[in-house]
């Protein structure tokens, strides 16, 4: 960790210099996860060593898609401490506020923008640590999408830190995409945090399909009655990669409501964990919540791991949880070549069958042609 010192900070020169010195000075104090700590459980962190890394800055680019007044976008401003995670210390928390590059989307009460935000994150320098993080506040009645893109090349060896932040006030709507097209090389470990008021609803969707090790951690919290959530997420690895998902569908209300679908394969000798928890607290009588992990093993050497949990405080509550793992239907794989379809053909039918309930949720409609062409390209480079 000798790169992402107090000098460091300073030498960056940004607005709120003391705040982020403060930052910097906490994560100093602060030792290295592993994998014994519960959030942690299944990781690759072990293999983590900040040292290879200097701080560095992703090209960002921003698309306002000729948004008028009703949105401002602001970027590379002062950083807003309003992110609080859950854990009394996160070493990633502090180095993002350390050394964030802020990117801040607001939309003006009773105003729904009608083409989304789009930003994109594009790592080109190996053996940089980049911290994006992105505040969404969404007043009373609004409505916006944002999709947020992580790239880099093969080969690319980085290390990407994002925090995202959803704020959505009363009856405001929320659509987030993270799309995760990065090399081969490069480790992600993201934390979003969502915040829903009454009568709001908020999606929050993930596609996975890049990285050498990625990992996103998710807080949705409803703390309005009425208000819902629905996280999404399609996940694919290959070769020696490993995707982690870490969730939190968490009520703080009456009568709200959450819902869950993550959808992940895995091949060759990649590996994928998904844990989730659905947590009602005593305020949240008459919630209902749902969460549902499937996952296809397409390899013999392939491994996935999905440990669903319920906590739950109160009563006349509604939830239920399911997670499966195991290699692609045989039955739907004859039926199709019992129909004279070629093996491999019928095989890509059904991963992309098994996808399309995600992809027929995400936010931004047009990107589903090209991801499935990306999932299609991974299953042609699948090792028998």
Known sequence: ???????????????????????????????????????????????LHLENYRPGHAITTIDAGGADAAVSVVHGGALAERFVTADAVDLFHELNNAFADTVVVSVRAGQAVSRPIVITHRLDAAG?????????????DSEITVVETFVSADGVDALCIPR????????????????????????????????????SNTLLATVALGGDYARVRTEARITGQGGSTRQIALYY??????????????????????????KGAVQDRARSV?????????AAKGSVAFQTNRNLTLSEGAW??????????????KCSHASTVGPIDEEQRFYLESRGIRPEIAERLVVLGFFDEVL??????????????QVSAKLQRRTP
């Open 237 to 262: 690895a290959d070769g020696d990669q490993m995707h982690d998902f870490r969730t939190m569908q968490d009520h703080d209300a009456p009568k709200t409501t959450s819902d869950l679908l993550f």
């Open 274 to 282: 998904y844990t989730g928890l659905i947590k009602i607290r005593k």
């Open 304 to 317: 996935a791991e999905s440990v669903p949990n319920l906590d739950i405080e109160t009563n006349e509550v």
């Open 360 to 373: 027929d949720q995400l936010p931004v409609g047009t990107l589903a042609a090209e991801l499935r062409a």
């Open 128 to 140: 940089i640590a980049c911290f994006p993080r992105l505040i969404i506040d969404a007043a009373p």
């Open 164 to 199: 995202l932040e959803v704020n959505a006030a009363q009856a405001a709507r929320v659509r987030y995409l993270g799309v995760n097209m990065l090399g081969t090389s490069t480790w992600q470990l993201a934390h979003q945090r969502a915040v829903g008021e009454r009568d």
């Open 1 to 47: 960790m000798l790169a992402f010192t107090p000098d460091a900070v300073r030498a960056s020169e940004p607005p709120d210099l003391e705040a982020r010195i403060a930052a910097a000075e906490r994560a100093a104090t602060i030792s290295m996860p592993t994998p014994e700590a519960e959030i942690w459980r299944y990781s690759r962190i072990a293999e």
